[in-house]
């Protein structure tokens, strides 16, 4: 388990992709295929990552995810929907980027 995973799995946030895993998912799809309109041609795992943290950190999904870790600062809402959404990408590339640009 690397060690961003294991942030993700102390704060429970594994369990979190678990529970809202086609959300999650769905989410990425559409800004899979947003980047992919606006770059010109199919995004790498990072090119899509670049804005799927930033969409995936306002979406209210996150937001009520984050609300029930009583524990976690504010602080580090940021940097953990960075590492769910890179979790997300790993963990579903080859279902995502099976999809075409056009």
Known sequence: MSS????????GFIKDYKGNKQ???????????VTCNLIGWPPNIQECHDLYWKALHRSMLYKN??????????????????????????ENWDYIRRLSCQ
Request: aromatic share 8%.
């Open 4 to 11: 961003d995973e294991q942030v993700l799995q102390n704060w």
């Open 23 to 33: 959300h999650l998912i769905d989410l990425a799809i559409g800004i899979y295929l």
């Open 65 to 90: 995810i984050v609300r029930k870790k009583h524990h976690l600062k504010p602080t580090l809402y940021e940097a953990c929907a960075q590492k769910l959404a890179m979790y997300v990408l790993e």
